[in-house]
Structure formats: C-alpha cells, structure tokens
C-alpha cells in the first residue's frame, strides 16, 4: 500500500495563489490513480482533480477548472495541485489519494473509488 502526506495549506487572501503537495511513500505514484478532493464542516467531500495512472489525463471540476494545475513529480515521488487565482469558496480540507484499481490511462470523480488517503491540509481564502 502507499502512505499520502499533504502540504503546502495556509491562510492567503483572495486572488493569491498556492501549491499544495502531496508525498507518496511505500509505492510509486505510478501504480495509481491519484486525486485531490475537498471538503468544509458539515458538508460532503468534493471533487477537484486527478489525473490518470500514467499521467497523459487530467480532470477538473468546473468550479477550478483553469484556476488549478493538477501534475506529478517521478523524481520525488509527489503530486501537486497548483492553485491560482484562490476564491473564498475555495476554502476547505484539501486531501489527496489514491486509487488503486484505476486503468492506465482514466481516472474518477468519485471518492468511493479512491481507497487510499492523506491526512488533510487546510487551504483558508479571505476575500
């Protein structure tokens, strides 16, 4: 199994921009899907991004769809969500995971699919 770590949350102002990261430790990032996901108290959790097991397909939400960049690192065995232009409704839990039964080259919208987790980073965005 692979352990997810994210980073890189914090309390910006609207319009600034941040990278998030998230390291990948007892497998390759390669060996899965990968997704990032978010969610406020009280709410469901909500799709952002993934990008496919091989990496030649991303996906956004509508929602941050050209305000965010969603990539991977081989070397270090990270993923990072690039995120540009942050609105206040972009406040939230970030997490990321990862699925393991994804195909090569799809990857889902769905967090019943993923079934491995990071822990969580706040992203806080004040107008």
């Known amino acids: 199994q692979v352990q997810l770590v994210e980073s890189g949350g914090g309390l910006v102002q609207a319009g600034d921009s941040l990278r998030l990261s998230c390291a990948a430790s007892?497998?390759?990032?390669?060996?899965?899907?990968m997704g990032w996901f978010r969610q406020v108290l009280g709410k469901e959790r909500e799709f952002v991004s993934a990008i496919s097991r091989s990496g030649s397909s991303t996906d956004y939400a509508d929602s941050v769809k050209g305000r965010f960049t969603i990539s991977r690192a081989v070397d270090q065995n990270t993923m990072f969500l690039q995120m540009r232009n942050l609105k206040p409704e972009d406040t939230a839990v970030y997490y990321c995971?990862?699925?393991?039964?994804?195909?090569?080259?799809?990857?889902?919208?769905?967090?019943?699919?993923?079934?491995?987790w990071g822990q969580g980073t706040q992203v806080t965005v004040d107008s």
């Open positions: 007892g497998r390759s990032l390669w060996s899965y899907a």
């Open positions: 995971a990862a699925d393991s039964t994804a195909t090569v080259s799809r990857s889902s919208r769905n967090s019943r699919d993923y079934d491995h």
